[in-house]
């Protein structure tokens, strides 16, 4: 007995030993392929890819180790590279640099690494223009900082901090679409103009002699042409720009002071008005698109397409140059994007049940005849059966009692990343073969079976719609398919019998909220009894005597869904989304506007035509304009009653908000030069003009001050809390050059301002 029990442990030592044995022949013993898996595990990548690379030298041969390194290489890499991108959208450059750099050390060739790090010298430049266009601006320099700011966003219209300036930068510009004049600031001087029937040639020469402005004037424009206009308080750019757009002309800059007057005739136009040539790079959207728009908004002149660089070359005016970047940068949108965290879930529960007693349930015998009959039993001979050979039944009976419970559960967690608008597809399941036979004619048969494929499993397309308030709207269609049967036909082809459960719906859910879709059931039961004939049918015996087969099987689908928007389009301002075009023949062109005038200024007495009109006087028309309207004209050259200082500025300003200050010296002679002291309370409002900040500011005007007789001072709110300031006017000192003599000046009243 003790022999037996020695031999079994020796045989079961064996087989145990075998299996390790196995084991060892088909798995790997090499040390530093599992140190290095366990190193990458812990997040020491290199010194885990460094144990990786030491195990394929080690054993070239072995496929295991190749394999699973080549696969561990790569999923590191795209780690450091998916941590170092969300380390450069977030804005740490230093630490995105850090991570690029670590992928370029295991790989100094990797493309998307060498990507990445020249973006970040990209961004780094980007936000260093960005703080030069922001001090551009905090000097007033609006334009200056919206060149260079458009100039980021055509490189780069996602840059974050260029996106917030140029919002900023279009809530303080009025014409943001196009350039000015470029002009001296005595262009922006306000003047008044009444002027009756005069001529143009008249017109310009005072405007120059005020101004200092010089003009130069095709040959085919009339000079001796008329012209009446009476506008008061508006700057000579504003007067100019209407002057040449009631008569048929446009003008040309040729130097800070200087400018080039022709007639607005096609011909002139192409004379005179300079073209500029611009690429456009288009990066998201089809270039052919984009030019079909830019083609029938902009009405560009001449455009030549590159599709295989996706850009187009647009040869134009400055203006129309500068709308064109414009509609492109409120166009060129990388697609919207989603990452679809889904979860797919199938249970099935399988109950089977064998209860009741098995009896016996047939009774055999065989009958030969009297004569070739062997003797029958005695018992069976007394009750007359001769000739029964053999009588049999069987002596067995069983109980059964037997449960099997079987649980299957599929888990499927994908994660797939798509475009707005585009399908996504996921299949969970199995591909299963179905064969055709195919019997080709002839002597002898041939028959030759061909695999058909079918999808089974759970099957889900999405197709996302992302909304500019960060929902997502998805068209969702669940396909759960499995195979119940086969069918075979009399060829032996084969076909499949398959059960589906469909589910199609459109939902719309907020970025990470997950939605549920559940309910897809199959419960199936099937019940078989079988016992003795009659007392199955009998009510409490039936239980007792039947043998019953009971099969529960219920099978559900949970799906779960979460959308997470990785990209989605920038709601545009209203700034962005409205601007001026121009005019329907030049697009881009500068609008026309003058401030707002007494009613009474721009009334124009009627010109008498008899011996008491101002022609036949022999008077100046400049004067007659003057004589009939009552009103002063400010280039007449009379002397006026007594000069007198105005201050204008707003009743009521907003926290942090900035407004402008004018001051006016009206009535003097021209060779008058005044100077004044303006008070204002600063720690209330800061003066934006670069001086110091200690409440005072002295300023000079007259007839030779680059000023002129008015000047403009921007003015910011410092104060934290709402309160009431004044800015006044003292000290004010004025000079006639002509004569040496001191001239009074009549002082303006304090001007109260409101700050809420």
């Not at 030491?54 to 054993?59: P, S």
């Not at 409120?330 to 697609?335: C, M, P």
């Not at 720690?683 to 934006?688: Q, T």
């Not at 009431?724 to 006639?736: C, G, H, L, P, Y």
Request: net charge neutral.
């Amino acid at each position: 007995m003790r022999s037996w029990k020695t031999i079994v442990l020796i045989i079961l030592f064996i087989s145990i030993a075998g299996c390790a044995i196995n084991n060892r022949t088909f798995g790997t013993r090499n040390t530093a392929f599992d140190d290095g898996q366990k190193l990458i595990a812990q997040g020491q990548f290199e010194n885990g890819l460094a144990k990786l690379e030491q195990a394929r030298r080690e054993e070239p041969q072995n496929k295991e180790i190749q394999t699973v390194s080549i696969r561990l290489h790569e999923e590191v890499i795209g780690k450091l590279q998916l941590d170092a991108e969300s380390l450069r959208l977030s804005g740490d450059l230093e630490r995105a640099e850090q991570g690029f750099q670590r992928i370029l050390n295991l790989y100094p060739f990797n493309e998307r690494a060498k990507e990445g790090i020249e973006q970040i010298a990209l961004e780094r430049r980007h936000i260093a223009s960005v703080d030069v266009a922001r001090a551009l601006l905090a000097r007033n320099d609006v334009l200056g900082a919206e060149t260079m700011v458009r100039a980021i966003l055509q490189e780069n219209p996602q840059q974050s901090h260029a996106r917030q300036l140029i919002a900023q930068i279009n809530a303080n510009l009025s014409r943001p679409e196009v350039t000015d004049l470029v002009l001296e600031s005595a262009f922006k001087k306000s003047v008044s103009m009444e002027f009756k029937d005069a001529d143009l040639r008249s017109v310009f020469e005072i405007m120059s002699r005020t101004a200092g402005i010089n003009f130069v004037f095709d040959k085919d424009i009339r000079q001796d042409g008329k012209i009446s206009i009476f506008v008061r308080d508006n700057t000579i750019e504003d007067i100019l720009k209407l002057i040449l757009t009631t008569n048929q002309l446009a003008y040309k800059v040729l130097n800070s002071n200087s400018l080039l007057i022709y007639p607005n005739t096609p011909a002139k136009l192409k004379d005179y008005q300079e073209l500029v040539v611009r690429s456009f790079q288009i990066a998201h959207t089809d270039v052919k698109q984009m030019v079909a728009m830019v083609r029938g908004i902009v009405k560009a002149k001449d455009i030549y397409v590159n599709e295989q660089l996706n850009l187009f070359i647009m040869r134009d005016t400055l203006e129309a140059i500068r709308l064109t970047e414009r509609l492109v940068s409120l166009n060129d949108y990388a697609e919207p994007e989603v990452m679809l965290e889904v979860l797919i879930l199938d249970i099935t529960r399988t109950n089977s049940f064998l209860l009741g007693p098995n009896f016996p349930q047939s009774l055999q015998f065989s009958w030969a005849g009297a004569a070739a009959a062997a003797p029958a039993p005695a018992l069976i001979s007394q009750f007359g059966f001769e000739g029964l050979s053999s009588f049999g039944m069987t002596r067995q009976a069983k109980i059964d009692f037997l449960q099997n419970f079987s649980t299957g559960d599929i888990l499927a967690n994908p994660r797939i990343r798509v475009n707005n608008r585009e399908k996504a597809k996921i299949h969970v399941g199995t591909k299963e073969p179905f064969f055709t036979a195919n019997v080709q004619a002839g002597v002898s048969a041939v028959v030759t079976s061909t695999p058909t494929f079918i999808d089974l499993g759970v099957k889900l397309d999405v197709e996302p719609r992302i909304g500019l308030n960060d929902d997502v709207t998805l068209k969702v269609t669940l396909e759960v398919s499995s195979l119940l049967s086969t069918i075979q036909s009399p060829q032996g082809a084969t076909a499949p019998r398959v059960g589906t459960r469909n589910a199609e719906t459109l939902l719309t859910i907020k970025d990470g909220e997950t939605q549920i879709i559940a309910g897809l059931l199959d419960n199936r039961e099937r019940k078989d009894m079988k016992g003795l004939a009659g007392l199955l049918n009998i009510p409490g015996l039936d239980r007792l005597t039947s043998n019953q087969d009971i099969q529960r099987t219920k099978n559900e689908v949970v799906l779960l869904i979460t959308p997470r928007i990785i990209r989605n389009l920038a709601r545009p301002s209203n700034l962005e989304n409205e601007y001026h075009f121009g005019t329907a023949s030049e697009a881009g062109k500068l609008p026309i506007a003058i401030k707002k005038t007494a009613a009474q200024s721009l009334a124009i007495a009627p010109a008498g035509s008899g011996s008491g009109s101002a022609a036949a006087r022999g008077l100046n028309p400049f004067a007659a304009a003057r004589e009939e309207s009552d009103i002063p004209n400010p280039f007449a050259n009379v002397a006026a009653t007594t000069p007198t200082l105005t201050l204008q500025a707003p009743t009521t300003v907003g926290l942090d908000k900035e407004f402008s200050v004018n001051v006016r010296l009206v009535g003097a002679k021209p060779m008058v030069n005044s100077e004044l002291h303006l008070n204002y309370e600063a720690s209330v409002l800061e003066a934006l003009d670069g001086g110091d900040k200690s409440g005072t500011r002295t300023i000079k005007l007259g007839r030779d001050q680059t000023t002129g007789l008015a000047t403009q001072i921007r003015f910011k709110v410092i104060a934290a809390n709402p309160s009431v300031t004044e800015i006044n006017i003292q000290n004010v000192t004025a000079e006639d050059l002509e004569t040496g003599e001191f001239v009074d000046v009549a002082l303006p009243g304090t001007a109260t301002i409101n700050i809420k």
